[in-house]
C-alpha cells in the first residue's frame, strides 16, 4: 500500500481544503510514493510516539495535531519537537494529521462531542452545508446546570471540572467546539445556546450573562475520540492492513491534575 492510500481515506472523510488558513494539516514528513506497511494512530506525535512507531515496526504515523505547526528556523534534539521529527526522519515514517480538516465535518471532533452527550438535531455551529467549527445540538430532556455538570465530567473522564456560574434554568440548548473553541462563545449565545463546551478558556470568559454558562472541557478530553475516528474508518477502508491505536493513549495528556 502506497502512503497516497490512506491520505486519500482519510481526506474522502476530512478533505484537506477544509482546513483552516492558519493550520498545517496534511503529510508533514514523507512521500505519498512510499510504501506503507503499517501505522499508528494517536492524538499528539510526541518523540514517545515515534519511538512506539519504530519499535512496533510502524512505518506511518497519524495523529490529530500536526507535529510541524508553524514555521521551524531550526531542528533540534534538545526541543521536543525537532526531537520528534530527527526521529521520524532518520526511521523513515512518514507522519500525517488531520487536525482542522477533521475538525470540520459533523462526523469529527465536536460531533463526537454532542454525541457523547446524547444531543439530537445536531448540526454545525460556525458554517454552512455540513461542513464548519463547531457543533449545537438538544438535550432530548432539560437538564439542570449542576446535573448537566455531573454528565459533562462523566462522559469526558474529568477528574475536576471548570466552569462558570450555575445557570438557574434547566438547559435545553448545548454548543461545543474541540479544542480551544473560545473565539465561538459569542455564536454559540446568538444561536440560543443555554451552555457551551470546549477547552482552554481563559479567566475573564467566564464572567457570562445571565442564562448562559461555559464549561472547560479540556483540549485533550474533548478532541481524543478522533483517535477512535481514524482508526475506524481506516480498518473498515481496508480491513487486513495493519493500523493500530497507540499504547499510551490515555497518558500522553501533557496536562496532569492534582
Known amino acids: 500500500m502506497k502512503v497516497r492510500d490512506l491520505i486519500s481515506a482519510i481526506e474522502e472523510f476530512a478533505p484537506l481544503e477544509n482546513q483552516e488558513s492558519w493550520d498545517n494539516s496534511g503529510l508533514c514528513i514523507g512521500s505519498e510514493d512510499n510504501e506503507?506497511?503499517?501505522?499508528?494512530?494517536?492524538?499528539?506525535?510526541?518523540?514517545?510516539?515515534?519511538?512506539?512507531?519504530?519499535?512496533?515496526?510502524?512505518?506511518?504515523?497519524?495523529?490529530?495535531?500536526?507535529?510541524?505547526?508553524?514555521?521551524?528556523?531550526?531542528?533540534?534534539?534538545?526541543?521536543?519537537?525537532?526531537?520528534?521529527?530527527?526521529?521520524?526522519?532518520?526511521?523513515?515514517?512518514?507522519?500525517?494529521?488531520?487536525?482542522?480538516?477533521?475538525?470540520?465535518?459533523?462526523?469529527?471532533v465536536s460531533g463526537a462531542m454532542?454525541?457523547?452527550?446524547?444531543?439530537?438535531?445536531?448540526?454545525?455551529?460556525?458554517?454552512?452545508?455540513?461542513t464548519g467549527l463547531g457543533a449545537i445540538g438538544n438535550f432530548p430532556v432539560p437538564m439542570e446546570a449542576m446535573a448537566a455538570a455531573e454528565l459533562v465530567k462523566k462522559k469526558f473522564g474529568l477528574p475536576c471540572l471548570r466552569m462558570s456560574a450555575p445557570i438557574q434554568k434547566p438547559i435545553s440548548r448545548v454548543a461545543m467546539c474541540g479544542g480551544a473553541g473560545s473565539s465561538l462563545i459569542g455564536l454559540a449565545m446568538e444561536k440560543g445556546a443555554q451552555l457551551y463546551l470546549c477547552g482552554d478558556i481563559s479567566y475573564h470568559h467566564f464572567f457570562t450573562g445571565k442564562d448562559f454558562m461555559l464549561m472547560d472541557v479540556g483540549h485533550f478530553e474533548s478532541?481524543?475520540?478522533?483517535?477512535?475516528?481514524?482508526?475506524?474508518?481506516?480498518k473498515k477502508k481496508f480491513p487486513t492492513f495493519a493500523v493500530r491505536i497507540a499504547d499510551n493513549i490515555n497518558n500522553s495528556n501533557p496536562i496532569y491534575y492534582f
Do not use: Q, W
Open 114 to 130: 454532542a454525541l457523547k452527550l446524547g444531543l439530537s438535531d445536531v448540526e454545525v455551529l460556525d458554517g454552512h452545508d455540513g
Open 36 to 108: 506503507v506497511t503499517s501505522a499508528i494512530i494517536s492524538l499528539d506525535c510526541s518523540e514517545a510516539l515515534v519511538d512506539e512507531a519504530v519499535s512496533s515496526g510502524a512505518d506511518m504515523i497519524i495523529t490529530h495535531h500536526p507535529l510541524i505547526f508553524s514555521g521551524i528556523r531550526k531542528i533540534s534534539c534538545d526541543d521536543p519537537v525537532g526531537a520528534a521529527i530527527v526521529k521520524a526522519v532518520r526511521a523513515g515514517i512518514n507522519v500525517y494529521a488531520a487536525h482542522t480538516s477533521a475538525d470540520k465535518v459533523i462526523g469529527g
Open 223 to 234: 478532541e481524543i475520540d478522533i483517535v477512535d475516528i481514524l482508526f475506524s474508518l481506516i
